[in-house]
């Protein structure tokens, strides 16, 4: 944890008192069924959480306490899934009881982020915003969002052209521009865009704040108290910084798209829409932040997520050049090479769709997905789970789960490719739960896709992937390592971009004539 001991002596009483009611509200209910098993609690009541990839140590654990595992520390119960099945068997099932989010401390109340909506608890203000935001972002309206797809995906392949070595500044512009024009109609630089940087400052914290046991005032909300200037309190500093960052985010481009549209200026888009309404209306409070709220969390997921998937495409096909090579032959044979694909080239590249699934599967954008909260006690299998547990989905370890993803580790898009024979045998299901469960499922999910889709066929129908060279020649193989965090990324590697052919190039090179 980032607090030092100071902090735990100075919260030592209240911690007591809340583990000393909670064991003994926990006793009256002894004599029913057991809980879950899992790691033993100290007489603080703490178990050291790992620091770090919590999902590797939670998947180890697996094997010593099972697929369920409960762990109780300083007065918070949480319970760790680890396989699909009982994941959809709670929170797909029983969504009714398990669709809320646990209330912590860290990322709403000190650093800011209390209007992200995937955070707040289920109920009529949640609902208000996945409303608005789904009447944007659903199925349907993906064409709508299409051309703008197209667009800045052949500014990535310019930008690869020009610079191969910076493929991870290029890929994050790419999404951030997608989304800063769908939400705020805001056109990116081709290079060193402020709101990129933005995204990208503001985010990165929130991701390592967002894994439940990074900061001890999530186990100990009177620790938010504590003065900035008390030593250990370094939690408190760095939160005034990304504070700023997180209203910038908020706030910047909402506030813009209010200017513009008093001038008569704006652009179409997800702000203005909303805010039309809005001015026809009764132009209540709540019904602009909600509007706020929603444009501003597409911005920062849609700035990131989608980023750390195109990151392990770029990785898998150094790796595996084998399946470069299948990609490539699928999008000759359909595609040709007098054009770039499109999405009307979908449904005759099946190859193409099965590495975006292998992508979503092979290291999942959020490895133990989003915390849920149970609202009622529940039983199930035998155990006794308490009203409050906060649940985690260890997406990590269910999609490397051998007896479901046979060969986990490898990068195999076949696995997808007969569905029906994998659903008799019980293996390869789609990687669906990459994107949540039931009432929480991300709303953004189509975009998301359709944005990962195009990038990986036009990627691969003018560039060749490989793994970068020493001075010597030799290549340097990346290892598949991941960065820590709610989102997690691949870890900074090299690799060699390089056109297929001249005519190749030359159709990189004609995209700037057809820009808008």
Known sequence: MNDSKLLIIFAFGYCAYIVLARRLSSGRKAKGLPLPPGPKTSWLGSVQLPETHQWLTYARWKDTFGDIIYIYTFGNPVVVLNSAEDANALLNKRGNIYSSRPRRTMVPDVMGWDWLFSGMPYGPWWKRHRTMFQNHFHANLSPVYQPRQIQETHTLLRNLLISPDKFDYHVRRTASAIILHITYGYTVADKNDSYVALADAAVHPLSRAGIFGTYLVDYIPILKHVPSW?????????????????????????????????????????????????????????????????????????????????????????????????????????????????????????????????????????????????????????????????????????????????????????????????????????????????????????????????????????????????????????????????????????CRIVPRSEAAAALIKQTVDVQD
Request: net charge negative; aromatic share 10%.
């Open 230 to 494: 008390m030593p250990g309190a370094s939690f408190k500093r760095q939160a005034r910084v990304w504070r700023r960052l997180a209203r910038e985010v908020l706030e910047s481009q909402f506030n813009i798209v209010k200017e513009n549209m008093a001038k008569g200026t704006a652009v179409s888009c997800v702000a203005s829409r909303e805010l039309e309404k809005w001015i026809e209306s009764d132009q209540s409070a709540d019904e602009e932040e909600v509007i706020k709220n929603i444009t501003a969390i597409a911005y920062a997921a849609g700035a990131d997520t989608t980023v750390s998937t195109i990151g392990s495409f770029f990785l898998a096909m150094v790796l595996f050049p084998d399946v470069q090579k299948k990609a490539q032959d699928e999008i000759d044979r359909i595609v040709g090479g007098n054009r770039l694909p499109s999405f009307g080239d979908k449904s005759s590249l099946p190859y193409i769709s099965r590495i975006v699934l292998e992508c979503l599967r092979w290291n999942p954008v959020t490895p133990l997905g989003v915390a849920h909260c149970l609202t009622e006690d529940d039983e199930y299998n035998g155990y006794r789970i308490p009203k409050g547990s906060t649940i985690l989905a260890n997406i990590w370890a269910m999609f490397h789960d051998e007896h479901v993803y046979p060969e986990p580790f490898k990068f195999n898009p076949d696995r997808f490719e007969n569905q029906e024979t994998n659903k008799l045998a019980g293996i390869n299901e789609l990687p669906h739960i990459a994107f949540g469960f039931a009432r929480r499922l991300c709303p953004g999910r189509w975009l998301a896709q359709d944005s990962i889709w195009i990038a990986v066929v036009s990627v691969l129908s003018v560039y060749n992937i490989s793994a970068a060279t020493d001075d010597k020649g030799f290549p340097i193989v990346p290892s598949v390592e991941y960065t820590e965090g709610q989102i997690s990324h691949p870890n900074p590697f090299k």
